[in-house]
């Protein structure tokens, strides 16, 4: 597509339920990155992919949080036990390169 | 710690004039850095990327400057336009062998008519 697509744009969950939030990169960009982004901060990096695997994992704040690239597009980031703190933005970027990252609009998730 | 800051305070500047923002780190040599604008409600958009052995790099009324030994990175926009009120992102690599970038809390800029 032309740009990396979010959906949903909104979600809202009660406390203790599972959500997925799907993220989908722009064609060709190899590179994919999950960043949240609370009020007042910049995003907060969460994991990176090169194409089907995560490269790099290590922003994962705990084990409720999982993501997957199984055909190196589409990603899902799947959060279980979802707790009041996961209130945040989730962006999503891609790229080519590696620099110059592309970021959706964003998934703004409350949990209540 | 890796440690990016950027004026917290809300930058004020008068249409047509130059604005400049901040954006210094301690703790690490970034290789290179990036710079991002953000509006309401939507994801980072990209502007510029400075490598170390770029002093300045200019993109039409943008211009960025790396100084590796104040560990600073200046944004510049000159003849600003109220249309380039935004936040403003600085954003090294993360560093310490990890990927992605770590961003600065950013600064909120608004162009007064």
């Known amino acids: 597509g032309a740009g990396v697509s979010q959906t949903p744009s909104n979600k809202v969950t009660e406390k203790g339920k599972y959500v997925e939030l799907r993220c989908d990169p722009i064609?060709?960009?190899?590179?994919l990155y999950w960043y949240r982004q609370s009020l007042g901060q910049g995003p907060e990096f969460l994991i990176y992919f090169q194409g089907t695997g995560a490269a790099d994992d290590s922003g994962l704040p705990n084990d409720r949080f999982f993501a997957v690239r199984p055909e190196g597009s589409v990603s899902t980031l799947k959060i279980q036990r979802t707790e009041r703190g996961d209130s945040a933005v989730y962006l999503c970027?891609?790229?080519?390169?590696?620099?110059?990252?592309?970021f959706g609009s964003g998934t703004r998730l409350t949990v209540v | 710690s890796q440690k990016i800051e950027q004026n917290s305070e809300a930058l004020n500047i008068q249409e047509g004039k130059t604005a400049t923002l901040t954006c210094n780190y301690t703790?690490?040599?970034?290789?290179?850095l990036q710079w991002y604008r953000q509006d309401p409600g939507r994801g980072p958009v990209f502007l510029l990327l400075i490598r170390e052995n770029e002093k300045e790099k200019r993109k039409e009324r943008l211009k960025v400057t790396f100084d590796t030994t104040l560990k600073q990175s200046l944004f510049h926009i000159t003849a600003s336009q109220p249309a380039d009120s935004a936040t403003y992102l600085c954003a090294p690599p993360a560093g310490g062998g990890a990927d992605g970038l770590t961003f600065g809390k950013g600064t909120h800029l608004i162009i007064q008519p």
């Open positions: 703790n690490y040599s970034p290789a290179y």
């Open positions: 970027a891609s790229s080519k390169t590696g620099y110059g990252y592309t």
């Open positions: 064609s060709g960009h190899t590179a």
